[in-house]
């Protein structure tokens, strides 16, 4: 029931807005036509991964490649993985969340929600306002920094994350 | 068989805790984007080379959608003198940092993992935008 909460918050606030910006209202919900245009097929692709890595994909599988013991393996495709994805970073977060239940490294996690701020498809327009050479320096650095990301967010988070996991569970 | 049922009614259950979640962030990022016109960015800047990274960070943070649009702003930032610091940091915090997808996060990922995450985005960015500067500076790109 909790997942409604966020979602019922905002549209009260779009009440709000109707009644007090009519033409802040339309406009915004264009934008959000938009948006669901753009973020619709991802999001099917995501519950198609989850529906398929359900299927085919077992929690030792996912601990053997994306587990504390994948080792440089787990970094470089979380790096990789990062890189390659689309789309906004919410849109991943249901099938991390499938994939850390399955044992996925919480580190991996963070290095690659990192990652996708290397756009490859978007980089000749990065090259084209800052010049190719501040656009490899600051790609280097973001893939090099992704590993610090990702580390430090498990050192923080570790054990805590996996006992709210279990406590949502029991909700 | 059994599988593949297991399987869905996996993920029908992933879709019915993340829709309404991912369906609420697009709602507060139309907001926004709506809301707040892109030429605001530039007035909220102070010429401070130590406060300007910051700004650009909590900017890049608060503000939401296209990394193209990061481009742009930030190209249009270094053209009326914004530092180049600064206007890393914007960039990278756009991308990394997300203050309107927090609740989202918290909701499918946990609450401590979001929040850490996004606070060592924001230190990271920080520190990302003057390592990049000064290496150009070593390579002679400034």
Not at chain 1, 26 to 55: G, K, T
Not at chain 1, 77 to 85: P, T, Y
Not at chain 2, 42 to 60: A, H, R, Y
Request: hydrophobic residues 50%; aromatic residues 14%.
């Amino acid at each position: 029931m909790r997942q409604y909460y966020f979602v019922g918050f905002m549209i009260a606030i779009y009440l709000v807005v109707y009644f007090t910006s009519p033409v802040l209202f339309h406009d915004s919900m264009l934008e959000n036509y938009s948006i669901l245009l753009q973020v619709i097929p991802i999001l099917a692709l995501v519950f198609v991964f989850i529906f398929f890595f359900n299927l085919f994909l077992k929690p030792d599988k996912i601990k053997k490649h994306l587990g504390k013991e994948a080792g440089m393996k787990g970094w470089v495709f979380s790096i990789v993985a990062g890189i390659l994805s689309s789309g906004p970073i919410y849109v991943w977060y249901p099938l991390l969340s499938d994939l850390r239940e399955k044992g996925m490294r919480t580190s991996f996690m963070g290095t690659f929600l990192y990652n996708r701020s290397v756009k490859l498809p978007l980089l000749p327009i990065m090259i084209y306002y800052f010049g190719f050479i501040y656009t490899l320096i600051l790609t280097v650095y973001i893939i090099l920094t992704s590993v610090i990301v990702g580390y430090l967010t498990e050192l923080v988070v570790d054990d805590e994350s996996k006992s709210n996991l279990y406590k949502r569970k029991d909700n | 068989m059994n599988h593949i049922g297991k399987s869905a009614k996996k993920t029908l259950n992933a879709l019915n805790q993340s829709l309404p979640v991912v369906v609420g962030v697009i709602m507060a990022i139309s907001l926004l984007k709506t809301a707040v016109p892109e030429s605001l960015y530039s007035t909220i800047f102070t010429g401070n080379i130590l406060i300007d990274p910051f700004i650009g960070s909590l900017i890049g943070s608060i503000a939401a959608g296209n990394p193209i649009t990061s481009y742009i702003i930030g190209g249009e930032l270094i053209k009326q003198g914004v530092s180049l610091f600064a206007v890393t940091a914007f960039l990278l915090s756009w991308v990394t940092v997300g203050i309107i997808s927090l609740p989202a996060e918290m909701d499918i990922l946990g609450k401590k993992f979001a929040l850490a995450r996004n606070i060592i985005c924001f230190i990271v960015s920080f520190l990302v935008a003057i390592l990049t500067v000064i290496t150009l500076g070593i390579v002679g790109e400034l």
